[in-house]
């Protein structure tokens, strides 16, 4: 990749016609994600910037934004909320950021299915959604903020993985509309399996642009927790009703009990030294989740109708990637791992092994039909030597890691580039301009 | 049980105010159900008949017909459109047979959840709930013609299954009101996990005159047949399907070549020499869909839309036990297994293993949260002896057999009567009246 480095202000003079920032500060905040959740990533990347930030209306001028892009090869990377985790839309090597937030119109919104631009902000859209019946299949615990495209670009799964599996699952996106970033510009339409060159490439293989997506049928979501006297059994409560084929479900996380301290706006319903599950069950379907609460001789102690829920925070809040939010507010020397354990023996294996040196958080997802625990295990964090032998052990044992202190697409949770990516982002990114740096096999 | 057989014409007089059937024809018409697709069943109970048949409106006429039946130690046998395959609903004893085809009252229909009285047709309910966007979780074969309380007395899963299990999984049945037998006949209503004791109970646990049941979201379902070359590909095929988190679906059958020739009215999709997989999708996924038949390398023959196939006949009265029925009707020495493999390895030792003689019919269901293979498998019968050795085999190498050669509820699929199960009964039924002779743990 070679930067001309241009005045920016033949840039700015080219653009002007759109939204640009030049603020620093503002800048300086739009050049961030959460990065900082990893002291690995948060030593790499702090001082990384964008040189600008475009927002662009529509795709109209997302193909002009491109086209600047190319005839000066200026690094482009693009962002739609920020909420990621992994220093996705960190400029590595400055560049303009591309902002999507203006372009957040539903372009359609059937029973079924939806076409949406890439940043429609996923709550948003579910409120709409809802009013005909249906919601989304997936959303992350940044779901208030993030946008839609964001999500499919740079993260896996969240609420509803429990039902519908990952956003890597053939169907759960139907089509994807790409700017490339070649000599002219155009727009691709990738659909069915072709999205997946698209998906979690962290915005390395052209600017998305619009989204066709399916829905869910909407239940009224109940949230509840239960507390258990010991992890495991929780843990196991949690599989059971996973496996639940009669009770629909959207969300089974599980805290170990050092782990709960740290929800203090739950305080009141995490009682001190319980494990507790934190859940989205169907009302419908209420009264069999009771039999299985007192099968597994759990305590409920927070049980909200959805129409209760929805006036306050959702429980969907102090879970997935939110947990390590609220504890790294209280410790910030706490960091975090991501894991698919496959099975309870697994988990029962670390819970033991480590002890408070890891703190298990549970979510339990669908992968290839079955319903696996995996983690986003709480870990305190001493050194990078440490973290890496604790990273080794889980996949000595069996576990699989999904590195969330790197920002190499590679190292993270995908592991290999796919010779038919690769050669898609020869076609539509021949300069290697978008968001350098994360691609390995690129690089 | 001693029945003190009284003067039938003085039970006629005391049910006058009721609906009566006493002629012979009509009787005996009212005495089956399907239990000819075994020929050991055949042997067994082809001489078998009511005395007369009640058929009540609601159920205080059932609470009266409980009355006269324990007042006189009568035999009672509830049937509902006898659509059953082990002779659930044969009168062993004679005595009165119930028809509960007259109580099919929708009582109310909501979002998520309905409550019916016992001889609601399933088809005819699916029509009504479709029209605030609802539908059975699951259903049989015999959809069309078979009732509510007939299927969860008798029954056990059947389409749908694939996305929601079996009837006995907890949160498929939410509850049932059962008439007793006692002395003074009463109604006692079950929630929750205590509707066991009543479900695939053949009607020995009480009279269920209602129930409630949980709904599934209405999808458009596509009917779709793909043919293959090999058997084994079609069958991983099946399971791909079924773990495919991203693709709803709610029948995933696939047939062995051989069986294919026996549905006839299919001869132009179900080319010569193929395994072929019949199935219902979701519209929305259809694109996601092809592309897995792409992987596959399957071929799509047949593909109607849900309004399409609304106006034929549907797919599915081409899979379960409607298979076993078709191919008898070309060769009436053909019988049956039911079978849970439980894995693809499985099935193909079996293929290989029996060749012609047990020709592969698999059904993929949920159970305990894995779709796994199960089968109705077409057997060549010759002797009960090699059926028997059949079966051995079967269990010998690790698959389960639900044996549908038996109308004796513990031989069948459900294996034991579970102590709150007996004292139920003795509670219910001091006098043992309920279809005697179908359970053994009380005999």
């Known amino acids: 990749m070679t930067s001309l480095t241009p005045s920016w202000n033949i840039i700015k003079t080219e653009l002007s016609n759109l939204e640009i920032i030049t603020d620093p500060l503002q800048i300086s905040k739009l050049s961030l994600d959460y990065y900082h959740f990893s002291p690995i990533l948060n030593n790499q990347l702090q001082d990384k910037r964008g040189d600008l930030v475009v927002r662009p209306n529509n795709e109209e001028e997302v193909i002009q934004i491109a086209q600047t892009c190319v005839k000066y090869k200026i690094p482009l990377t693009v962002r739609g909320a920020g909420t990621g985790n992994y220093g996705q839309c960190i400029p590595l090597k400055g560049g303009i950021i591309l902002d999507t937030t203006k372009m957040n119109r539903i372009l359609s919104l059937d029973p079924g299915t939806a076409c949406v631009e890439t940043g429609v ?12 019946g249906w919601e989304l299949r997936m959303a992350p615990s940044t779901y208030r903020t993030a946008t839609i495209g964001g999500f499919i670009a740079g993260g896996s799964g969240g609420m509803g993985s429990i039902t519908y599996g990952q956003l890597r699952d053939r169907g759960n ?13 155009c727009v691709i339409e990738l659909r069915g399996d072709e999205v997946q060159q698209v998906t979690h490439a962290y915005g390395t293989n052209g600017i998305i642009t619009q989204l066709e997506i399916p ?8 949230e509840i927790i239960v507390a258990f006297d010991d992890f495991m059994t929780a843990a196991r409560f949690g599989q059971a009703l996973s496996d639940s084929d009669g009770i629909i479900k959207k969300l089974v996380t599980i805290q170990a009990a050092p782990i709960c301290r740290y929800l203090t706006a739950l305080n009141d319903y995490l009682p001190d030294g319980k494990d507790c599950a934190l859940l989205m069950v169907s009302e419908y379907d209420l009264e069999a989740f009771h039999d299985l609460v007192y099968h597994y001789q759990g305590q409920i102690t927070y049980l909200k109708t959805a129409q209760e829920a929805s006036k306050g925070t959702s429980l969907l809040e102090f879970t997935w990637n939110h947990t390590t939010l609220h504890a790294r507010n209280i410790d910030p020397e706490l960091t975090y791992l991501q894991t698919l354990y496959f099975t309870l023996e697994k988990v029962e294996n670390f819970y033991h092994y480590f002890g408070d040196e890891v703190m298990i958080h549970l979510e339990f997802l669908k992968v290839a039909g079955k319903a696996i625990p995996a983690g986003l295990q709480l870990v305190r964090f001493t050194t990078e030597e440490r973290l890496n032998e604790i990273i080794d052990y889980h996949e000595e044992e069996g576990a699989a890691i999904a590195n969330p202190h790197t920002y190499i697409l590679e190292d993270g949770g995908r592991k290999v580039i796919e010779p038919e990516q690769l050669a898609f982002k020869k076609l539509v990114d021949p300069y290697g301009l978008m968001n350098p740096g994360k691609m390995k096999a690129w690089e």
Do not use: C, G, H, N
Not at 173 to 185: N, Y
């Open 173 to 185: 996106v139907q089509s994807v509309r790409v700017v490339t970033l070649e000599d002219d510009p």
């Open 215 to 222: 829905l869910a049928p909407a239940y009224p979501w109940a």
């Open 121 to 132: 902000k996923m709550a948003a859209f579910d409120k709409k959604a809802r009013e005909i």
